[in-house]
Structure formats: structure tokens, C-alpha cells
């Protein structure tokens, strides 16, 4: 089955570089995306990337993805304050229709 | 151009109730999940519709069931409530036209059992 992991929690200076990960076990993962979620609100599509490229760059956020090692990261340019929040990880797998298989979530704390 | 709106956004009910939450999917879009949210957990699949039928479902028990109208609004009904049916419920919206299969969230319905 689908299975999707994130570490728990990361702190960050404001000013300097996020980097949130995601391992997922489906092989047949074709759309990989990122969501943001602030306290008490619905989740925000961030970015994706299509399983047969390595990186996309959209603005301050740069998505990584290793499919060999099925490794997914994003990466958050001058973070910000703002930027706290809990950050998601879905797959799309083509086997499992269009259903969306999340991680836990990574809670991303911005110090000043 | 409104995005996808859940109504109502937050409801308390009683275990062995009935509960029914209702979403409008973004202007556009054909299709619409529907995941639970548990407490400091990531959003877990319920069901999809599309074309006015249930296309997929995920590990939930048939006291979770679902409708979709020729408008394309949805509406989530949960029989008998539990304890455990307590939590975030995200609507999705998404359309068939894009391969990426983007799917754009709700502010979601939280639901409390007691």
C-alpha cells in the first residue's frame, strides 16, 4: 500500500533556507505535492511536480525529487515569519486512482 | 472567483447522531473529495465523486456516505456517530481536464462528538 513520511517538527532562523522532507513507498507515484496549513485553516496547495522530473523551482520554493531513493523535498528561500506553519506531503499514486496519500505533516517554527 | 466553500464550519452533535456537511467545488471543477483530519495527524481519503457517483473510497466504514449534485456540490453524511468520527473535514475540488489532478482544499467543517 501507499505510505507517506515526514519528520515531525523543524526550526529555522528567519532569513535563512527551510528544508522540509518526504519519503513515500509508492513506486507508481505520478504527481507528488506540497501543502501548506496554518493554525485552524483548510490546507493550501503550494507546489507539485510531475514523478519524471528532478526539480522545479516556483518563486521562493524549489521542489527536489529523487525517485530512485523516493525522496521528496522542498526547499523554502528567506523564510519568513509567515512561513510558519504545518507543511504537507501527498502522493498520487496511478495505481491507487485519484486519491491523495498524506504524510503526517512537518510543523515549521520561523524564529526572528 | 470563489474557491471551495464548506458549510457548516463548526458543528457539535451528540454520539449515535446524524451529521450532513456540504461543499461547493471551485468554479470549474467537476470532481470532489472528501478527507477526515484527525487531530495532529495528516487528512486521510473518505471518498471521491464524480459525474454524480461514488468513483472511489478509501478505509472508511458505510456509516460515511456521500452525494453529488448535477452542480457539482457534495455533501458528506455520517450515520451513528462515535467519539472517534470527532475531527477536521476537508473538502477537495478538482478537474478531470488537468492531468496534475490539483486538488484545492476547503476551510473544512470541524465536527466534535460528545
Known amino acids: 500500500g501507499e505510505d507517506v513520511e515526514q519528520s515531525l517538527f523543524l526550526s529555522v532562523r528567519e532569513g535563512d533556507s527551510s528544508v522540509i522532507n518526504c519519503t513515500y513507498t509508492?513506486?507508481?507515484?505520478?504527481?507528488l505535492y506540497w501543502y501548506k496549513q496554518e493554525p485552524g485553516a483548510g490546507l493550501q496547495l503550494l507546489t507539485y511536480?510531475?514523478?519524471?522530473?528532478d526539480m522545479k523551482q516556483d518563486q521562493r520554493l524549489t521542489v527536489l525529487l529523487n525517485k530512485k531513493d523516493k525522496h521528496l523535498s522542498l526547499r523554502i528561500a528567506d523564510t519568513q515569519t509567515g512561513d510558519s506553519a504545518i507543511y504537507f506531503c501527498?502522493?498520487?499514486?496511478?495505481?491507487?486512482?485519484?486519491?491523495?496519500?498524506f504524510g503526517g505533516g512537518t510543523r515549521v517554527l520561523v524564529k526572528p | 472567483d470563489a474557491g471551495v466553500t464548506q458549510s457548516p464550519t463548526h458543528l457539535i452533535k451528540t454520539r449515535g447522531q446524524q451529521v450532513t456537511l456540504r461543499c461547493s467545488p471551485k468554479s470549474g471543477h467537476d470532481t470532489v473529495s472528501w478527507y477526515q483530519q484527525a487531530l495532529g495527524q495528516g487528512p486521510q481519503f473518505i471518498f471521491q465523486?464524480?459525474?454524480?457517483?461514488?468513483?472511489q473510497r478509501g478505509n472508511f466504514p458505510d456509516r460515511f456516505s456521500g452525494h453529488q449534485f448535477p452542480n457539482y456540490s457534495s455533501e458528506l453524511n455520517v450515520n451513528a456517530l462515535l467519539l472517534g468520527d470527532s475531527a477536521l473535514y476537508l473538502c477537495a475540488s478538482s478537474t478531470t481536464r488537468q492531468a496534475s489532478y490539483e486538488q484545492y482544499f476547503g476551510p473544512g467543517t470541524r465536527l466534535t462528538v460528545t
Open positions: 465523486y464524480y459525474e454524480e457517483e461514488e468513483r
Open positions: 501527498a502522493e498520487k499514486g496511478q495505481a491507487a486512482g485519484n486519491k491523495l496519500t
Open positions: 509508492d513506486s507508481s507515484s505520478t504527481y
Open positions: 511536480i510531475f514523478s519524471n522530473m
